[in-house]
């Protein structure tokens, strides 16, 4: 496995959970949950994802920008998220922060999938893809263990 399909992954989890999290009603267990979730997905991503393939991307000039770009992605990600975690589940604006972090996921995996990878594959040969898929994988395993 390399890094791009390591991460290719991690992105339809994330889809699934943020489709779920956008279709719950009211101030519900399953909410609650599903937030959590989607939370803890995101979050780890980002840390590992910055860590094993964002680092190395910036360390080249042609991936450089767009590495800087995407870790700013997250930050704005990770505000809009804080902003849901702070709104009552039962408020009419919690499903339109939801809705917000959706596309501004999205729009960040799509912009990654389709632009980043394919600058990434120019700037890192098979060996790096390899390793940092597995120093990759190994972060959000401990990520998870440590919830």
Not at 29 to 51: C, F, I
Request: negative net charge.
């Amino acid at each position: 496995m390399n890094i791009f399909e390591a991460l290719r992954e991690d992105h339809d989890v994330q889809r699934d959970l943020l489709d779920q999290l956008t279709q719950t009603h009211g101030d519900s267990e399953r909410r609650a949950k599903l937030l959590q979730a989607t939370r803890d997905a995101l979050v780890h991503h980002e840390n590992a994802e910055e860590q094993y393939f964002y680092v190395p991307l910036m360390q080249a000039d042609l991936t450089q920008e767009q590495a800087r770009h995407s870790i700013a992605e997250h930050h704005e990600i990770d505000e809009i998220l804080e902003t849901l975690e702070h709104t009552a589940p039962s408020s009419p604006a919690w499903l339109t922060h939801a809705k917000t972090l959706r596309e501004k996921v999205l729009h960040h995996l799509e912009e990654e999938e389709h632009q980043v990878f394919q600058q990434a594959g120019k700037v890192l040969d098979d060996t790096e893809k390899q390793e940092l898929a597995t120093r990759y994988r190994r972060e959000m395993s401990e990520q998870a263990g440590a919830d």
